[in-house]
């Protein structure tokens, strides 16, 4: 009894402390550098991305498999669809592999038959441009708002839960 009684003082401990830092995470502002190459159809180039328009934002760091992640990407099809739908919104796939390795990530990309464009971070420029990201490792999937304001944390396709939460998100833009 005391032990499940400790577990749940310690989950509401940790879940404040995630409100909390979704919080904090929603006072920043999100800059998305110049300069990343974009991979699509087995071409690549710079990247345009269109300004002044909201953003849902999938970050993949360097401590994670970029070529494992860019394989699984197909799954974001419905996110793909309501972006172009009523309420418009660029989804960006950023990839920001070590420096040493960003040529061969971009060279590995082009061969995968990607569902949808990806970005690559040469440099790690999007990190060394939100340098606060490292304060809030949970949160490298989230939307913001056109001035780049985080208005929702997570993944909108993990749950029909957050798809319904994210779809009320992006309606009020």
Same mark, same amino acid.
């Given at each position: 009894?005391? +032990?499940?009684?400790?577990?749940?003082?310690?989950?509401?401990?940790?879940?404040?402390?995630?409100?909390?830092? +979704?919080?904090?995470?929603?006072?920043?502002?999100?800059? @998305?550098?110049?300069?990343?190459?974009?991979? /699509?159809?087995?071409?690549?180039? $710079?990247?345009?991305?269109?300004?002044?328009?909201?953003?849902?934002?999938? !970050?993949?760091? *360097?401590?994670?498999? *970029?070529?494992?992640?860019?394989?699984?990407?197909?799954?974001?099809?419905?996110?793909?669809?309501?972006?172009?739908?009523?309420?418009?919104?660029? @989804?960006?796939?950023? /990839?920001?592999?070590? &420096?040493?390795? $960003?040529?061969?990530?971009?060279?590995?990309?082009?061969? /995968?038959?990607?569902?949808?464009?990806?970005?690559?971070?040469?440099?790690?420029?999007?990190?060394?441009?939100?340098? $606060?990201?490292?304060?809030?490792?949970?949160?490298?999937?989230?939307?913001?708002? &056109? %001035?780049?304001?985080?208005?929702?944390?997570?993944?909108?396709?993990?749950?029909?839960?957050? !798809?319904?939460? /994210?779809?009320? @998100?992006?309606? %009020?833009?």
């Amino acid at each position: 009894m005391i +032990a499940a009684g400790l577990l749940l003082v310690a989950c509401n401990e940790r879940l404040g402390h995630m409100e909390r830092m +979704a919080q904090n995470f929603s006072r920043e502002t999100i800059t @998305v550098p110049s300069g990343l190459v974009q991979v /699509f159809d087995g071409q690549s180039g $710079a990247a345009d991305l269109r300004e002044n328009m909201p953003k849902m934002i999938y !970050w993949f760091d *360097s401590t994670q498999c *970029s070529m494992c992640n860019a394989k699984r990407l197909a799954y974001l099809d419905p996110l793909y669809r309501l972006a172009e739908t009523e309420s418009p919104f660029d @989804v960006l796939l950023v /990839f920001s592999p070590e &420096a040493k390795d $960003a040529k061969k990530t971009v060279e590995t990309m082009e061969l /995968f038959d990607l569902a949808h464009p990806v970005l690559i971070d040469m440099n790690q420029s999007f990190y060394k441009a939100n340098p $606060a990201m490292e304060d809030y490792p949970f949160f490298h999937r989230f939307y913001m708002d &056109a %001035k780049g304001h985080p208005k929702f944390v997570g993944d909108p396709i993990s749950s029909e839960e957050l !798809w319904t939460v /994210f779809e009320d @998100v992006v309606r %009020k833009k």
